[in-house]
């Protein structure tokens, strides 16, 4: 079995009190929610962290509510089972929980949580491997070494972000609320996001996620959530894509998102393929005509490279694939869109 | 000697069968299911050091120099080992002896080992090996089979009489097939290719070792052949087997990647020896990937020549076998390409033209069905062509073909009981084949595919002319029969097999029968858990020696109530006289009344195959007392948007002789055709352009999932072989092979595209589509 470094483990129980013992030490100190990220990636030694700041034991950051106007507040602690199965979201954001169904294994959604989802660390084939291995390459750029293996002679790390909820969640105008030395910060989920795999947040990983507030959906709204992957189970995805669809009165589109993941660094909202949508009919020939469109759109805007394991020429084939099936999907109200 | 005695294939009562044939529990699943099962890794001892090994970065260079000061001064390191102590070299095949326990003046791979540190807990002999500091000369590494082919430079191994890359090569013809080309009505050449695989066993292998200060060394190993690694520590450590002890504990799956004596068990018992303390080395998941020992990855060119009505006339191979970095089993892996195809059919000419090359990757070596899926794969996917090109249903042209039962194949192989055509119709009905094949709707499809392997093996990796196996009884006063059996019971239930023909044999029942198996001090030699032999031939040697025990106990209870010996019957553990009725006894009575008469009981039973084999050099290899058949047919969706391969169903008949527990034989017929699906559209153990594993650990190695699973059928014909234990012969290996070729076959009937080259990735699917589009 690889193990784990040593480190010390504090158990902080309120979000202050977290925070403030992240920045108490000079070494490098962690945030551990569910662990199912953090632990294989410290066996792995891509962190070596002095000290685990524990999250379990933190109440404001479990459980899921609504306010009076419809919004949802969800905690970062909640775990992935818990969004997948919760009555309340299910009917208000699809998308969200057919991706938070979809995160690797029954097992690992049991303990891993919505927050360390939207804080994964972004994947890549010469970087998620044992010390043994990357030091037989030679390492990389986003841990010990300087060269990227994914673009010869590339500065930037383009590592890619793996995370299903995080394009659901985009997609739902999703914000975050985090716990800085500074009091507290609320930002949308979109803003968070910078172009760097080797750390693709605005924010430094000191600053505590201590919860999720997702707006009320529209009247009507659909949604679903395609992922393309070798397995039924447990895999990464290949390939990700979230869709959110509002109707108007007469049953044409009156809003659209899309966002994909599993392509660079961050999230990818594909905007101008959404707006192709906007007064389309589903059941009509305009809608039909409106997804051709945005799956040709997408298969533009997303080039999958060979960051993540796998073929990523026939990742890129897959795109316009996934985007059209998820969006009938979503105008179906069915989805998830998955081989399985 | 018992070695050619025939046991007969009847109840050996004239009762019926009471244990054999029906659903007994195995005798170690309580254990298993509760966690009770001692594994290698469970085995803890006082003053235990943690021992790991230094790996090679590179997948060809010269040591130059290894310094392991700064490891030896670290504290809580107790031990330091590298190649130069040593240095005797050892190979699973005695002819082939080209691995060291570490590496002596060359790495071949990557993840090569170089150096092993045994220190007080894991994490400090972890530290210590990252301070070896170890000094390279990096030579050229040459990953391609193709050019390891044509290039003798640089040579992967130096010192052999070979000057070249080639580990192996065996050209066998039989007939004459060049003179069937011009005769023939078809011919269909085409070529074939097999990627790599590895097995994937749950339990990844460790090994641990005590050198006591009498000299005694013994080591506890995850070791699917025992007398293979006591022989290679003998020689490696050069100490009299007589003071070495090896054990195998309760085994987490092996499907072959645990039959080579290993790195491992060199090093722990060497520093064993070296610290005087008991040392364990529990290798990684990415341990166990570089270890390797998988699918041989082949390119093969078929070419078959048949008349109009589907008759084979000749079949010509040629192969080119990549063979990684060591020998291994290569030299019968090379034989096996070739010499295990020559049924069900009956092939009237045939050649074939292996060549196993060295290559600086991972050692391959046997996996569940060795060296003959491969070859499997791609000839029944060129029968299925044949038949689809002569509009024959692929099912008939299979029948049409078939070698039949008593008969002998064209390389001179024996065939004894040959349940093929059982097999092909089970298949046909359980599947509805008439009504579907070639009436899908499109993208959807059945497949069928047949196959032949061995059940054991007259050739022992040592030439010697003892029994192949032995069993040892001993008899208990409480009735208690003690079963002693140098068999691996690699989780496939051979311990429970045991059992079972002992107690069927005894007339008693299985719960008072316990097996000890698999530890050298204690156990007759047998030759280990590979080639599909251990029910033929522990088993016969089970009967064997059961039954000469009966004969004592039936004699001592003859004489005691004074009746013949036939009236005196077995049954249960109760004992009857049937010519008295009312009168009856225990075994266990039974017992005491034998000791009496015959003093302490005990007994002992051999099994040897009969002389076996065509007269040629290579004729006795892959020559067995028996062969399985399977017939497979495979039901398959493709997406031929995405190119995806569903496989949804498969039905799979395997003639195994008498199923001695069809339970058992049921979870390996799953078993392997799981194995075998996942080969077609998921496994791949790939390198990466640096020679770097790909993705050495369980998330990137795609074995299926539960949802990935197709339904599974699994149906047992029953041929009764004259030779196997009560009929029986085996089950472990050969329901994987036809699974490949079924589902490849399928994929034509759903889409019509001939798919030869493995694995069927959906890029391959799609990329097969769009030519097709586009010729028509
Ligand atoms: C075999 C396997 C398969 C997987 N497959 C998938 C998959 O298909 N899709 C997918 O999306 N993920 C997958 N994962 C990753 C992981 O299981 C999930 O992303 C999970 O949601 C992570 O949550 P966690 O609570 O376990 O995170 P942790 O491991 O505890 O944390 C992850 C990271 O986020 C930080 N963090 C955690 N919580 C907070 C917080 N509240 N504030 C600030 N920082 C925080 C941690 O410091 C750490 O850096 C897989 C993991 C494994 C081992
Ligand atoms: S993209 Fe991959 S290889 Fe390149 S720097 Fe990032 S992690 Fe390393």
Redesign the pocket.
Same mark, same amino acid.
């Given at each position: 079995m690889l193990r784990l470094p040593k480190f010390e483990v504090k158990n902080p129980a309120t979000v202050e009190e977290a925070v403030a013992m992240m920045m108490e030490i000079h070494g490098e100190a962690? #945030? @551990? /929610?569910? *662990? &199912?990220? %953090? =632990?294989?990636n410290m066996k792995h030694g891509l962190f070596t962290p002095e000290r685990i700041v524990a999250?379990g034991g933190i109440e404001e950051?479990f459980g899921v509510g609504f306010d009076e106007s419809g919004n949802a507040r969800i905690g /970062?602690m909640v775990t %992935?089972a818990q969004v997948e199965q919760h009555p309340d979201l299910r009917r208000a954001f699809p998308a969200l929980c057919q991706a938070a169904k979809l995160?690797?294994s029954p097992q @690992?959604r049991n303990? *891993? &949580?919505l *927050? *360390? =989802?939207v804080? @994964? !660390?972004t994947r890549c084939q010469w970087y998620n491997q044992t010390y043994f291995w990357r030091n037989a390459l030679g390492y990389c750029l986003k841990k010990d070494g300087s060269k990227c293996h994914v673009i010869e002679g590339g500065s930037k790390c383009v590592a890619a972000a793996? =995370?299903? &909820?995080a394009p659901a969640l985009m997609t739902l105008n999703a914000e975050l609320e985090f716990a800085t030395t500074s009091g507290r910060v609320r930002m949308p989920l979109a803003d968070l996001w910078q172009a760097d795999g080797i750390w693709n947040k605005k924010i430094p990983?000191t600053d @505590?996620?201590v919860a999720l507030h997702v707006p009320k959906p529209a009247a009507g709204s659909r949604g679903a959530y395609g992922k393309l992957r070798d397995r039924g189970s447990? !895999? #990464?995805?290949l390939f990700g894509i979230a869709v959110r669809l509002d109707f108007a009165a007469d049953g044409s589109i009156s809003d659209a998102a899309l966002c994909a993941v599993a392509l660079q660094a961050r999230p990818w909202p594909l905007k101008k393929a959404a707006e192709l949508l906007i007064g389309t009919h589903p059941g009509q020939a305009s809608f039909n005509d409106a997804v051709e469109k945005v799956a040709m759109l997408a298969a533009k805007q997303c080039r999958p490279m060979p960051n993540i394991p796998g073929d990523h020429e026939y990742r890129h084939l897959m795109v316009p694939v996934y985007t059209r099936r998820t969006l009938h999907a979503a105008a179906a109200g069915e989805g998830p869109v998955h081989h399985i | 000697m018992a070695a050619r005695d025939q046991h007969g294939s009847e109840a050996p009562w004239d009762q019926g069968f009471r244990v054999i044939g029906k659903e007994n529990r195995k005798v170690d699943g309580m254990a298993k299911a509760t966690g009770e099962a001692i594994y290698t890794d469970d085995i803890q001892l006082p003053g235990m050091l943690h021992a790991k090994m230094l790996r090679s970065p590179h997948a060809h260079a010269r040591i130059l120099s290894i310094d392991t000061s700064k490891a030896e001064a670290l504290p809580g390191v107790i031990g330091v080992l590298v190649g130069a102590e040593l240095p005797v070299r050892y190979g699973v095949i005695p002819w082939t002896p080209d691995e060291t326990a570490l590496a002596v003046d060359k790495v071949r791979f990557i993840g090569d080992e170089v150096a092993a540190v045994a220190a007080l807990d894991e994490d400090t002999a972890n530290a210590a090996i990252r301070l070896i500091e170890v000094e390279y000369e990096i030579l050229e590494s040459i990953l391609d089979a193709e050019k390891a082919l044509i290039t003798p430079e640089p040579p992967i191994h130096e010192d052999r009489k070979r000057r070249d890359n080639i580990s192996k090569h065996v050209e066998l013809e039989f007939g004459d097939v060049e003179a069937q080309v011009s005769s023939a009505d078809i011919v269909v050449e085409e070529d074939y290719s097999f990627h790599s695989t590895t097995h994937a066993a749950m339990e990844p292998h460790c090994a641990v070792a005590v050198a006591n200060s009498d000299g005694r060394l013994t080591l506890w190993s995850s070791t699917q052949i025992t007398h293979y690694v006591h022989r290679a520590l003998a020689r490696v450590l050069q100490l009299d087997p007589a003071r070495i002890r090896v054990i195998q504990p309760c085994l987490g799956g092996g499907f072959g990647g645990k039959s080579d004596p290993f790195s491992l068990e060199f090093v722990v018992a060497q520093l064993a020896i070296k610290t005087g303390r008991p040392v364990k080395m529990l290798w990684t998941r990415e341990e166990v990937f570089y270890a390797h020992r998988g699918r041989h990855p082949m390119k093969m060119h078929y070419r078959t020549t048949a008349k109009a009505d589907g008759t084979i006339t000749g079949v010509d191979a040629k192969l080119l076998i990549d063979g990684g970095a060591y020998s291994s089993f290569g030299l019968v892996t090379t034989y096996y390409s070739g010499q295990l195809l020559t049924g069900p059919y009956d092939f009237p000419n045939y050649r074939f033209d292996s060549t196993r090359v060295f290559t600086n990757r991972p050692p391959n070596g046997p996996k569940r069905g060795h060296g003959s899926v491969q070859p499997r794969f791609a000839f029944e996917v060129q029968l299925d062509e044949i038949a689809q090109r002569l509009n024959i249903d692929p099912i008939e042209i299979r029948r049409r073909n078939f070698l039949g039962a008593h008969t002998e194949t064209v390389n001179g192989q024996r065939i004894t009981s040959n349940g093929f055509l059982e097999c092909l119709q089970e298949v046909e009905a359980a599947s509805d084949w008439k009504a579907r094949h070639g009436k899908l709707p499109h993208g959807r499809g059945i497949g069928v595919a047949g196959s032949m392997y061995i059940s054991g093996t007259n050739y022992p990796v040592y030439p010697n002319k003892m029994p192949q196996a032995g069993v040892q009884l001993k008899i208990d006063r409480s009735g208690l029969v003690t079963v002693f059996t140098g068999g691996n019971d690699i989780g496939q239930g051979s311990n429970s097999m045991v059992a079972y023909l002992v107690a069927e044999e005894l007339g008693i029942q299985p719960s008072h029968i316990k097996v000890i198996a698999a530890d050298t001090d204690l156990c007759p030699v047998d030759l280990g858990a590979y080639s599909s032999r251990v029910t033929f031939m522990v088993g016969n040697a089970a009967i064997d020696a059961a039954r000469k025990l009966r004969h004592k106990l039936v004699e001592a209870v003859a004489v005691a109530w004074d009746v013949a010996q036939k009236d005196v019957r077995f049954m249960d553990g109760t004992v009857v006289d049937l010519s008295a009725a009312a009168r009856s006894m225990t075994h266990v009575e039974a017992f005491h009344l034998a000791e009496e008469m015959f003093d302490t009981l005990g007994s002992t039973g051999a099994y040897n195959t009969p002389t076996l084999g065509g007269d040629y050099r290579g004729g006795t290899i892959g020559s067995a007392p028996a062969y399985s058949f399977t017939a497979h047919v495979a039901e398959v969706e493709v997406d031929t948007e995405t190119g995806r391969i569903t496989v949804h169903k498969v039905w799979a008949a395997h003639d195994c002789g008498r199923a001695l527990n069809p339970m058992i034989v049921r979870g390996q017929i799953e078993g392997s055709t799981y194995m075998g699906a996942a080969e077609v559209v998921l496994e791949s153990h790939d390198l990466n352009r640096f020679g770097l594993h790909a993705g050495p650990s369980l998330?990137d190695y795609r074995i299926p999932t539960a949802v990935d699973t197709p339904e599974l059928a699994a149906r047992i014909i029953e041929s009764i072989d004259p030779e196997g234990p009560f009929g029986a012969k085996e089950a472990g290996e050969g329901p994987l092979h036809s699974t490949i070729p079924a589902i490849a076959n399928a994929v034509f009937d759903a889409v019509g595209i001939r798919l030869r080259h493995l694995p069927f990735t959906p890029a391959k699917v799609l990329a097969a589509l769009r030519a097709k589009e586009e010729q028509a």
């Open positions: 962690r #945030f @551990l /929610a569910g *662990g &199912t990220d %953090l =632990n294989p999250l950051m /970062a %992935l995160v690797s @690992l303990m *891993g &949580t *927050g *360390g =989802n804080m @994964l !660390d793996s =995370n299903d &909820t990983h @505590l996620l447990i !895999d #990464f995805p | 998330l």
